[in-house]
């Protein structure tokens, strides 16, 4: 049994309490959780492949009822028939990163098959390439998207733009270099850029791709001049209508509030701009896959990094699910 009472300390901890499924058995759902327990593309402080574990039982605190949750800002009901699985973990293979990330891409690739939305717990940043590529069948002739482009919306303190270090390309300051190379990869919004790491190479080249760096700096001006909504303005990139994949790297927000992470930067986003941000991608773009990162446990002695990421992942999946572009999507 799972926990009849609903109590957070019961039960065997899946992420939300959703049910554990077989990824490549026969199930049905609007979204499914994978964990990817990987942290060797980290080049500061490991730890992050002990996050889906530590996610998923900080996450039974928002156990998801099959009605969904009340939301008590606007008196709707959000997440309500979502269907959220439980599909397991990647299984990682330590030293041998090609295959590894094979492995992740299938294991996307069989979520996004089923027409469900892949809500992915890293793993060091790493992985969301490998995460993405997992989309290429879809954008493939004869695939669901064919023809249209993958947009991507990344919360991160940092560029993740790095084309190489010593002909390392596969680490987590790379994924984003790396996932702007597939063919059908569009636009990117980096939201929360800043701190004194930054590399004017790599912000040149990200500009040259066409990704937008936004400065925390400015999203700050803006959000106190005129409330949380303004961030939505940073969107504007980003074609409306078109899919788009969310990547959120916790150190995107203050480490203040999350300071479980390998590279913390202070001046970060608060949980109210993200949350913002979200809801207006929801609103703007058909949401089809997520995925959060770089959530480091053993830097996380109060648990609040871990309650912050699970309340995040269920923020972001609502934006995809009850967001206005999945309701026109249904018509
Ligand atoms: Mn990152």
Not at 288 to 316: K, S
Request: aromatic content about 8%; overall charge negative.
């Amino acid at each position: 049994m799972n926990g009849e009472a609903g109590l957070p300390y019961t039960g065997v901890a899946t992420f939300a309490k959703a049910p554990l499924v077989d990824r490549s058995g026969d199930w049905h759902a609007g979204a499914a959780v994978l964990g990817i327990p990987y942290d060797w593309g980290v080049g500061y402080r490991p730890g992050a492949r002990s996050a889906p574990r530590a996610i998923r039982e900080a996450s039974a605190r928002y156990a998801l009822a099959p009605g969904g949750f009340w939301d008590v800002e606007t008196g709707r009901t959000r997440l309500a028939g979502v269907g959220l699985v439980d599909a397991g973990d990647v299984d990682v293979l330590y030293l041998d990163t090609e295959e590894t990330f094979s492995r992740i891409s299938a294991a996307v690739a069989e979520i996004v098959a089923r027409g469900a939305v892949p809500l992915v717990l890293g793993g060091d940043h790493s992985v969301t390439f490998p995460g993405i590529r997992g989309f290429a069948p879809a954008f493939a002739e004869g695939g669901r998207w064919h023809g249209r482009r993958l947009h991507i919306l990344q919360f991160d303190a940092h560029l993740d733009f790095r084309d190489e270090l010593l002909g390392v390309r596969l680490a987590n300051s790379s994924p984003i270099r790396r996932a702007s190379e597939l063919p059908f990869t569009g636009r990117v919004v980096n939201l929360g850029v800043r701190g004194l790491r930054t590399s004017p190479v790599d912000y040149e080249a990200a500009v040259r791709y066409g990704a937008t760096p936004v400065l925390a700096r400015d999203i700050h001006e803006a959000t106190r001049r005129d409330g949380p909504e303004a961030i939505a303005r940073f969107l504007e990139t980003l074609p409306a209508g078109e899919p788009l994949y969310v990547t959120i790297d916790i150190d995107g927000l203050d480490p203040s509030l999350c300071p479980g992470t390998g590279s913390p930067e202070p001046e970060g986003l608060t949980y109210t701009q993200v949350k913002a941000a979200l809801r207006a991608a929801g609103d703007r773009h058909p949401i089809v896959g997520i995925d959060l990162v770089e959530v480091n446990p053993y830097f996380d002695p109060t648990g609040r990094t871990m309650l912050t990421a699970a309340a995040l992942l269920l923020e972001a999946l609502s934006a995809a699910w009850d967001g206005r572009a999945a309701q026109r999507r249904a018509g």
